[in-house]
């Protein structure tokens, strides 16, 4: 027996030809004994399980960050000297964003569980000549396996039978269709979109029946190449993490160096003693590190994740609420995401007149547009009757549950019944007012259906519709404005080429008068009938997607289309949606070097006929661009590409669940503006981690400035250890969280995005915290140095540089609202109330740091005077107003050079 191979072409092999090379017999089937040799020899019909990394080793791999080490090493040293409380918080910090992590990286794995669910359960099948039911994963190479409507397709399967069979693929391919299959071979290098002699593992058939022969089972199907990209794709790291991971670095060399040129200087220049300069510096590195810093971090993702759900964006990886706002491209997938996987007449077309008909998906709401002018469809006879025919012969059903309307049977046909409905028929009733009394189903042969039905006074009538090529060569006359009249063939044509180059489906109805006759016979449709419409149906964009992708434009987007569907569909899409250039075909792909596919995914937005691994190719050839990408998609086809992207969005409403457990985000409701509002939450995010970032960093630089500084000049220092983490907890917790409440900005979505390897901190916000910084660390000296010459006690002194350095930070987070815009105005100061309560909780912890005497006790601080509490605000009011000053100074700047900010506000 010739072994299954997925290197054979299958749908290039005549049937007879393929049942021989895998020794089968058709139609009696393999004997049991050999499909239990075979299954011994193939293996089950299931997807292979993942290799996983074990649980404690995906944790450990969360501490693996330059500033985790550092965090650690800070918490080592502060339990050294003694503070048990203050190395608990640290190493809780840390903790607490490895928990985070762990969790969500296990759950990328569940992408592949997924798609093994999609395989069937069950398979019918013909072995020794019986039909019977057997287990899917039992089913062989050889085997016969029939098919009927309803059915998942258990395995590969060369077509050896079909009888009007047709099979939804968009899962697997793309297309928005139910494909209609066929016996008869195709060629060899025919994309997996139009191997119409084939059926796939994971598809479901929507119409008739079909017998095929198995070819291939378990990881060798087109499901299984499927899960095997999915299980080779390497996810990637977000663009904050690598910006982080950088800053954390450089910090922590910084650091270092900093410290070591202390130690040195004290012990050598100075000359300190070495251990005493050691506590310094110990000292000088607890409070130039940030502790608080990854917590700012994850708190302010997760209000992003929160604000986004809100606008139905679902996040499942939190680090990439802050990479949606940085993306460059989005590849989107056309069926389901930028369209409504309904098909929708667009068009009709009568004898003397094109309509267009308004409204979307199978919603029987929407008008009609003859030259864009309105029209009224109760006084248009021609369309009256053309909508009812088409709804008179028709198996399909409408059906609305849970506000809305879906179709139980054909797409095609479930359109015709929308149309119906907005021409105003209630089905209902005309299907009780003409009963059907025969019927001529469709076939594949024929490609016409015709039904007779009869009204209540007996008379019969006719009604046809099919392929616009088989109608018209059975009508003799069409439906004209004033009444019947000869059919002009020839222009019909003509027309009918027109609407098809839009990427519509065509249909044409027609109708007879039957006379008295209670049955049909295929001579009643040979001719003599009247053509009512040909109508062009489509899958159409969504109502908002047009606006989605210019909105996308404007900030600097580029939206690309990449969809298994047809060319001339995809191009129709792509133009009402404001996509331009030409299609390129998943035929021309095959064709291109490896080393020009960068270039080429660059320069193109509309690709068509792709299969998955075109797809999981252009993503990291955009990559390769240094683009940051989000992939859009809802089937198994689409998984791979979501899990390589920077950001996989799947559809949450018809989405499949391997897409869903494959994306990074989950849109509630399958809408690409939904898209748009997620990249708007993601840009405000990274604003706001920037605002918080410069609002912590001049507490550590300045703390620090405090130790090296007197070290220098001899002198006592203001601020001890345990003083230094107390400041940058309450400042991280309380002060540089209120800035992850922060709406977005004004222009978020008029700024191009940023650069891929722009820095976490730019050489301004650098400017701004050494700047803030040296405000905050001299106010702080000054301040320590009067306390102390006007007699104070150690304690009280050490509370003045304490507060003074805190309450300059809290004046300082008004600054930081809008990072140049003037923040003394109304919706400076009031438009973030989270600024006040921050303010107002770190008053209160001050209070207590300052009075109470168990704090008094472990901080070593004493009570202030209202002197130097007026002092302490003197101080914090100062920096207020020289950091607004400094902005002023910039904006007039810029204003004389003419030289736009991406800062915005």
Known sequence: MHRSDKTVSWHSMAA??????LTSHYPAGLTG??????????????????????????????FHNVLIYALLLSATVTGLLGHWLDMSVIIGVVVINAIIGFVQEGKAEQALDAI????????????????????AESLVPGDLVCLQSGDKVPADLRLLEVKNLRVEEAAITGESLPVEKQVEPVGADTVLGDRLSMAFSGTLVSYGQGVGVVVATGATTELGKISQLLREVEPISTPLLKQMAKFAQLLTYVIAAVALGVFLLGTLWRGYPAEQMFLAVVGLAVAAIPEGLPAIMTITLAIGVR?????????????????????????????????????????????DRLLLVDGVGYAPEGGFRQDGQPIDPAADSALQMAALAGALCNEARLVHAS????VEGDPTEGALLTLAGKVGWDMTQERLHRPRRDVIPFESEYRFMASLHHDHNGQACL???????????????QMGRTGIEPLAQEEWRLRCAELAGRGERLLAVAMRDA?????????????????????????????????????????????????????????????????????VTGQMLDQVPTQDWPQLAATHHVFARVSPEHKLKLVAALQAQQHVVAMTGDGVNDAPALKRADVGVAMGQNGTEAAKEAGTMVLADDHFATIVHAVEEGRAVYDNLQKALIQALPTNVAQACMVMIPIMLGMALPINAVQVLWVNMVCAVTLSLALAFEPAEANVMQRPPRATGEPLLSGFLVWRVLLVSALVAAASLALYQWA????????????????????????????????????LNKAGLTGNPTVWLAIGALALQQAAFTYLPVMNRLFDTAPMSGMQWAAVMLAGGAVLLAVELEKAIIRRYRCLMHSPSRLGT
């Open 16 to 21: 007879h030809t393929a049942l021989a090379q």
């Open 33 to 62: 004994q050999d499909a239990a040799d075979r299954l011994a020899r193939h293996g089950p019909n299931r997807l292979p399980p993942p290799a996983t990394t074990p649980a404690w080793r995906r944790f450990l791999r969360q």
């Open 116 to 135: 093994r669910k999609m395989l069937s359960l069950k398979a019918m099948v013909i072995r020794d000549g019986v039909r019977a039911e057997v287990p």
């Open 307 to 351: 604000r986004m759900a809100r606008r139905r964006a679902i996040i499942r990886q939190l680090p990439a609420v802050e990479t949606l706002g940085a993306l460059t491209v989005i590849c989107s997938d056309k069926t389901g995401t930028l369209t409504c996987n309904e098909m929708t007449v667009r068009h009709v077309l009568l004898a």
């Open 403 to 406: 506000g809305q309307w879906r």
């Open 463 to 477: 009604y046809l519709k099919g392929s616009p090529e088989t109608v018209l060569n059975r009508c003799r006359w």
């Open 515 to 583: 006379g008295t006759a209670t049955a049909l016979r295929f001579d009643d449709v040979e001719g003599d009938l009247t053509l009512l419409a040909i109508v062009g149906m489509t899958d159409p964009p969504r109502a908002e997607a047009r606006q989605s992708v210019a909105a996308c434009h404007q900030a600097g987007i580029q939206v690309k289309m990449i969809t298994g569907d047809h060319a001339d569909t995809a191009q129709a899409i792509a133009q009402e949606l404001g996509i331009s250039g030409k299609v």
């Open 788 to 823: 102390k010459q006007s007699g104070a006690p150690q304690a009280v002194c050490h509370a003045v540089a304490v507060n003074t350095l805190v309450f300059c930070q809290a004046f300082y987070l008004l600054n930081c609202r809008y990072l140049m815009s003037p923040v």
